[in-house]
DNA sequence: CTCAATTGATTGACATATCAACTATTTTAA
DNA sequence: TTAAAATAGTTGATATGTCAATCAATTGAG
């Protein structure tokens, strides 16, 4: 039977999320939300369409999974001065505690998948991976645009 | 930013459910379900189970899916005389009326990730893809013999 | 300037998937 | 042989994510 490469990344994306559930349980961080914690701890302040942008995510659940991490005391928000609309997200002193602890838990998953691949092998991996995304989301721009006429 | 293997297949994969939601909308077809024909286009009359495995998806989102799938007409099940816990489950006319079309709208999936790609860089692809996939069940073989210890 | 279109965020309805608990069978071991 | 363990499937509770509708704020074209 012939595997394809769409079975074998859904395949991979539910057990990731397994995998960061349980993982991430002593943290009380769930799968939906560890990819906004990482994305600030890179650039705090971002705001929810920043994130939503980046991760691919919907907005709707960027909303619910930032919610969330501020009633477990992760961020706050702060809506922009300049536009009142946008919210800014911050890391709590309490997520910065964790960083370590969690990045490291996150990082269990990527060396199981990559383990005894070369460096190299890996950096083409991603690079794959990182074009098909692109020309995902310029098919994506595209039917957009073709929307609107 | 760094963008990890984790995160780039999530994304694929999120956008993969989209278009299949889309693609085959007019067939009146999920992209919850349509793993599970596509599946039984090769093995007629397999137990839930055996897809369930396959698949990797759980089995109460297996009976889920089938049971849907019965409710459109596309599939039948019939307890085994051998094992009345077993059910097969049969593709009917309906499903395979469509079966080409259905395929053929599947394939644009693969086929918009894989463009530009060489044949060889495609195989390459699945192969390290399959082995991530070998990996992880590997380990949850491991986990699951764990705990009955 | 001003009114229509756009944008960022929220909410409700729904789809998909997991886990845990349960039923009904079948298998296994004492 | 029979009682316990295992297996296939179902169901309920819950988590994650999408879409569509809505609101408020901002932008832009005439």
Sequence with gaps: MRKSIGR???????????YYNNTLKDLN???AEYPFLLYLFSRDG???????CYLNIDKAATARAVKS????????RE?????????????TEKANEIELAMKK???????????????????????????????????NIRNKT????
């Excluded at 074998?8 to 397994?18: T, Y």
């Design 69 to 76: 991490l501020e009633e477990k005391g992760y961020v706050t």
């Design 79 to 91: 809506k922009a001065d300049s536009d009142k609309r946008v919210n800014h997200v911050f890391l």
């Design 105 to 139: 838990k996150i990082t269990g998953w990527s060396d199981l998948l990559t383990e005894g691949m070369s460096g190299e092998s890996i950096e083409e991996m991603t690079q794959i991976l990182e074009e098909m995304v692109n020309k995902v989301e310029k098919r």
């Design 146 to 149: 073709e929307d609107k006429r």
């Design 29 to 31: 961080i769930s799968s």
């Design 46 to 52: 971002a705001s929810q369409e920043e994130m939503s």
């Design 8 to 18: 074998l990344m859904a395949i991979l994306h539910r057990q990731s999320q397994i």
